[in-house]
């Protein structure tokens, strides 16, 4: 019979090395709310983070679908973004350290405010077709079942 203890070491290092890319998108986001809160002239800096690279290559796909977005941006769009970003941001960095420090509440309760992601995420999806939401919904999906499959091993270590 083959040993599985070496399998639940390597779900374990890639379910840490994910909580890793969910904290920095987490820092990101907080980061993000952060400016949208306490910058008044979001516009012009997303204008400024855009300006070199469009000069360079005026066709850039990302530059140019970024610097589209500043006529949308109002103050109540921004007051929106900075929360939206804010709580996201937050409530996923609280998840990740109680995740991290393998608190079994954490597990439930990370699967079902992921999953309210992921519904969020896929509506978006569908509505844009965006590549973006479309991997961020792979990469989620993948999260969950790392975070189930966490929680039923650490559960039935606990119970022997």
């Not at 679908?65 to 939206?84: C, D, M, R, S, T």
């Not at 590549?131 to 559960?155: A, C, N, Q």
């Amino acid at each position: 019979m083959k040993n599985s203890a070496p399998d639940e070491k390597n779900i374990r290092l890639v379910f840490i090395v994910s909580l890793v890319f969910k904290g920095l998108n987490a820092l990101l986001e907080i980061i993000l709310g952060a400016l949208f809160l306490f910058t008044g002239e979001v516009s012009n800096i997303i204008i400024s983070l855009t300006r070199g690279e469009l000069i360079e290559d005026p066709t850039d796909f990302v530059a140019t679908h970024i610097k589209a977005l500043v006529p949308y941006i109002n103050a109540h769009g921004q007051i929106f973004a900075a929360a939206y970003f804010l709580i996201h941001g937050l409530v996923k960095m609280v998840l990740i350290w109680a995740l991290l420090k393998n608190k079994l509440w954490a597990y439930p309760t990370s699967l079902a405010v992921l999953a309210i992601f992921l519904a969020y995420q896929l509506l978006q999806y569908f509505e844009t077709q965006s590549l973006t939401f479309g991997l961020l919904s792979i990469f989620d999906v993948f999260v969950i079942w790392l975070i189930y499959h966490e929680y039923r091993h650490l559960k039935s270590k606990n119970t022997n």
